[in-house]
């Protein structure tokens, strides 16, 4: 012991003379000295791994482990190899088929960190480990349109048991890019465009995957809003609207989740690429936030040794991915002939050892066989997270939900006979009960890793079984005239429409239904009034069909028991209670950017964009600022088809009772009141403008209720303050300026229901 503590106050000695470490060494010296001067009064029997004594503080364990590394074993910290093209005798011998792993350092007690994609499951995108299926969530957006935050944690919570069972201890999870596009390839991962929803939900399911004593990633770090020349396109924004937008998404979702790592971007933000861009990682999430675990790259976003490690970066991860193994020998050189000072890969070391203590990897090792996993309670878990997050959007006469005594009923497309479409890319999860259809993609960026997928949970099935005297059949929809003919023999019309997104490319038609989709919703309903629209999609839709159509359904990407969980929420099993965690403009032109940015550079590109690093270089310039979404469209006066926040439910609620106090916090408290005859969840919005109108309103709290007819509950909101305030770049830190503030208990961002004002004292708080 006494000879690691001397290593330990060396290390100490070093880190003071050099400006490269974050604010957490503060911390970190703190914790050591205690455990020093304890140590020098107890028992010389120390054991051989000391820091493995979980009582100690994480910064105390992760500087005295630290001090017992050789310059090899650091070094192999910071790099993480791509299991399917690591053929370098350096790399590991006991790799499973996976996103990457990170070598065990037996000697001192570190395990192989193994690494799995992602929020959405364990996935197995194109079956590199053969047979191997795990239970699939629904959609990011489809979690989002819940607002329960206990279900985020429930959902983490249990993918991130079925990967530990899987011999997996870190998730590449925690995907919280706000859609600033409503045509984003990549947006039915997330958490929609609202930084307080999405850093709470964020958040939460990284709580839950992490109280596996796993590591959970939160990402991507950050503004990686589109998928079109993601690994050459530069996102240009202000600092004070980046920090009031996606910055706060993160900083919300890291204060609450603690991730043990961060996940930086492909592109560039501001003329530097996200993984070596200092004010990102070193200036705002090392500095202002004093974020203590490791920054590790995304696969292929690495582009020099000495400026990423010195802007930030600690981890070169997948590197096989990369144009060059940055990390590896560059790295020691750089170390050794001092173009990179020691202490700094002593911090990067220091931060994964940190990342890995915090989130308990260190104390709880995965063990080397699988085991077991209950998936049929885990099933119970994604079908609950589905039928939360079905948005109902437009239910005219009451026509749903569908009455137990229909005695014809037809559904026509999307492969609603077998399955549930699933978004693609590297969230895709092969999930229990396979896959009844799946095709390869021929072309493309996409075509190495995501195949178009449906999940076994066949809503035809799902149906017959909730209207078992009914004559339920399914026509592929493949010839509208046959669709429209079967459908006036029927009682009711149900009518799947989809839209396959994926990682990598966004899509062609932008939110158009692609093929003849429109046609055949036309043609449906002009044979039989009586039509329910399915959407089964990665984000909004246009709907030129819609004032024909009297109900029409959200269901996302439902996930593996989405059949059951649509049939259910048709036939009024479960009352819907979703809300829209974006925006579905009435048209492509009310958003921000009507056509995708680069899409020319990738169409005239000589292989269509397949090689991502050889498309021209173009700028993103995100002029909404802060005002994304919802924001957008009140800046604008756009009315769109339907708001963030929106959706109907089976019964009604209203509000009231409104209280406003003011002072210094924003709090206000309200009566819910189920005043239908069913029992249903609400989720009252609080939306908070200055009264002089300097910018529009914004979500600063809400909560969702569960209510028995005729109940009345009480509701308070607090208002995040960084939220009600704005970023001041001259101070630094966030502004709440004193003055008057108008409220609104809104059903939506376009419905208040109470408003009220308060004035607020003049308020400053750090970066």
């Known amino acids: 012991m006494q000879v690691s503590l001397r290593h330990v106050a060396r290390s100490m000695a070093l880190l003071a003379t050099t400006a490269l470490v974050g604010p ?11 455990v020093a001067t304890g140590a020098a009064d107890s028992s010389t029997n120390v054991a051989a791994h000391p820091w493995s004594d979980p009582k100690l503080p994480v910064a105390a364990r992760a500087e005295m482990l630290l001090a017992a590394m050789t310059l090899e074993e650091k070094l192999a910290l910071v790099y993480t190899w791509f299991p399917p093209l690591a053929k370098d005798p350096a790399a590991p011998t006991d790799m499973i088929p996976s996103a990457g792993q990170q070598p065990a350092i037996p000697r001192l007690g570190i395990p192989a960190l193994r690494e799995t994609d992602a929020s959405l499951g364990v996935a197995n995108q194109v079956e590199q480990r053969k047979g191997d299926t795990a239970t699939a969530l629904p959609s990011g957006l489809a979690l989002a349109a819940s607002f329960d935050p206990g279900l985020a944690y429930e959902s983490g919570a249990m993918i991130g048991g079925e990967a530990r069972a899987k011999r997996f201890n870190v998730m590449l999870a925690g995907g919280i890019n706000l859609t600033r596009d409503p045509w984003g390839g990549r947006n039915f991962e997330y958490l929609g465009e609202d930084p307080l929803l999405a850093g709470a939900m964020a958040g939460e399911s990284i709580r839950g995957i992490q109280s596996n004593r796993i590591v959970s990633t939160i990402k991507h770090y950050a503004l990686n809003a589109q998928e079109t020349g993601r690994f050459v396109s530069d996102a240009k924004i202000g600092e004070a609207a980046f920090r009031e937008s996606d910055l706060l998404a993160f900083e919300l979702a890291i204060e609450r989740g603690k991730p043990g790592s961060v996940m930086c971007a492909y592109m560039s933000v501001n003329g530097d690429f996200a993984c070596e861009n200092a004010f990102l990682l070193n200036s705002v999430l090392k500095g202002d936030w004093a974020y203590p675990g490791w920054v590790m790259s995304d696969w292929g976003a690495v582009h020099s040794t000495v400026k990423a490690a010195r802007n930030g970066l600690d981890q070169q991860s997948g590197g096989e991915l990369d144009t060059h193994m940055f990390f590896r020998a560059d790295l020691k050189a750089a170390v050794e002939n001092g173009a990179l000072p020691m202490a700094r890969l002593d911090d990067m070391a220091r931060r994964i050892l940190h990342g890995m203590f915090s989130a308990g990897v260190m104390d709880a090792p995965v063990v080397d066989t699988p085991q077991p996993i209950d998936s049929a309670k885990n099933a119970q878990v994604a079908q609950r997270a589905a039928e939360a997050g079905i948005v109902l959007l437009k239910n005219e006469k009451n026509l749903l939900p569908l009455a137990s005594s229909a005695k014809r009923i037809v559904l026509i497309g999307g492969h609603a006979d077998v ?257 239908g005859k069913r029992e249903g969840a609400d989720v009252p919005q609080l939306y908070v403008t200055p009264a002089s109108g300097s910018r529009p309103l914004r979500l600063a709290g809400f909560e969702r209720v569960t209510l028995k007819p005729g109940e009345t509950r009480r509701v308070t909101l607090i208002a995040e303050p960084r939220i009600v305030a704005d970023y001041d770049t001259a101070q630094p830190g966030w502004h709440l300026a004193a003055g008057t503030y108008r409220v609104a208990i809104a059903r939506d961002a376009g419905q208040p229901v109470l408003t009220g004002a308060a004035d607020l004292q003049e308020r400053r708080l750090a970066p």
């Open 419 to 675: 399955g549930v479409l699933s978004g693609g890319g590297s969230s895709q999860v092969r999930s229990n009960g396979g896959a009844p259809v799946e095709i390869p993609l021929k072309d493309g960026a996409p075509a190495s890793f995501s195949r178009m997928t449906w999940h076994a949970s066949s809503p035809l099935a799902a149906i017959r079984a909730l209207a078992p005297n009914a004559t339920v059949t399914y026509l592929d929809g493949s010839d509208p005239a046959a669709a429209a003919a079967a459908a006036r023999a029927a009682d009711l019309a149900l009518v799947f429409a989809t839209q396959w997104t994926t990682e990598a490319a966004d899509p062609d038609q932008g939110i158009a239904l692609p093929g003849d989709q429109n046609a055949l919703v036309e043609a449906v309903v002009a044979g039989n009034r009586r039509t329910v629209v399915v959407l089964e999609t990665g984000g909004p839709v246009l709907m030129p069909w819609l004032d024909k159509v009297p109900a029409v359904l959200a269901a996302w990407y439902p996930g593996q028991r989405g059949g059951e969980a649509i049939a259910r929420v048709l036939f009024g099993e479960v009352n819907p209670s979703g809300r829209l965690p974006i925006t579905f403009p009435a048209s492509v032109s009310q958003a921000p950017r009507p056509v995708t940015p680069g899409i020319e550079q990738v169409r005239n590109s000589p292989d269509h964009g397949t090689d991502a690093r050889a498309i021209k270089p173009f700028v993103i310039d995100y002029q909404e600022g802060s005002d994304v979404g919802y924001r957008w469209y009140a800046r604008q006066g756009h009315k769109p088809a339907f708001p963030f926040g929106y959706g109907l439910s089976y019964t009604r609620f209203a509000y009231a009772n409104l209280k406003v106090e003011g002072g210094a916090a924003l709090k206000v408290s309200f009566d819910v009141t189920n005043s």
């Open 24 to 34: 957490i060494e503060a911390a970190a010296q703190e914790a050591v000295a205690a």
